[in-house]
């Protein structure tokens, strides 16, 4: 690893005027970045520590504002904290199905939104693939059981956080400051697909930071779940997974959310199947259309035709488990 500068932030504004300078990047419980150093990824020249930004690490809930949580809130706690666990249960258990209790322990919900692909040619230094600025994508006619079933393009990645698709079933806003920023968008706005001409898979620049993650408190009769399928029982990222966020009126959806992980650049919001569930009462025969129509239009690569049945799967399972 090339060796560099590590500077203490002092506050939120120092640190993005530190981040506006060159090869300079943020670093919170470095358990993604500091892998991406080791294999030489990226060489900053100088570290900005967020954990001695204190304020980023609060959890702070009221039935009214719903839950706020800081960019430094470790997953751990997450997934520990009891009203997170009683009143947005999805979120805390993708918390407790993410990596290892050692990285959860170091891992920041901030940096977990904002990881990088895990696609095994991306993070070797000797494939320079077309996310990282090259000609061409190793995993369209290389290994690419992992990779992605939906809405691909030059890059077959899939996003990795196990957070991210409980928080937007959950309609999750940020908080993200910038230079000239301090504003709220929703997380679903945060992925975009990567371009010729943004090859990254995040709107963020290098010098905006996600300061505090909000989750409105879900209505009374609202149900949720997540579920993620693995190749081991922990240390292993989704090969699928489905955060369902269903609300009744008596024996009706009055809402659905379902987003699914492992199978798309982004968080995959499975919009065709909310319509379907949106207002009927709960059958085998509706679940089954909707898993149907989460997975329309997939186009498997060699290696992940598993991924469609196992996505349609999943689906059904957790729909079957809210009704029940
Ligand atoms: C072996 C292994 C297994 C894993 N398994 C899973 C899994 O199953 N599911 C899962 O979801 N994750 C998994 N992860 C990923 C892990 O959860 C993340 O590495 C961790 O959450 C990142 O948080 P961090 O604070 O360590 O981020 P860092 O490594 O410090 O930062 C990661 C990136 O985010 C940026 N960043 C950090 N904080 C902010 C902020 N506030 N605003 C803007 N940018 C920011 C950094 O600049 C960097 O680019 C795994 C990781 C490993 C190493
Ligand atoms: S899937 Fe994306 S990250 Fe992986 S090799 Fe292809 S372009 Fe690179």
Redesign the pocket.
Known sequence: MRSFEYVNATNIKTAIALLSEPAT???????????ELKARLRSPRRLVN?KTLAKLREIRYSPQAGLRLG?LVT?AEIERHPVIRERFSILAQAAAS??TPQ?RN???I???L??KPRCWYYRNKLFPCWLKGGEKCFAEDGENKYHAILGADRCHAVH????APALIALDATLRVVGPDLDGEISLEELYTKPTESHRQMTI?GPNE??VEIRVPTPKKAARGIYLKAMERQS???ALVSVAAQLSFEGERIADARLVLGGVAAIPWRAKDSERILIGQKFSEELAERAAEAAVAGAQPLRENAYKVPLAKGLVKRALESLAG
């Open positions: 990047e943020a670093i919170a419980g470095g358990t993604d970045l500091l892998g967020l960019a997953l993410a990596a990285l170091m891992g920041t901030g940096g977990n904002c990881q990795p956080s196990d957070l963020l930071l996600i240390w292993s990222f």
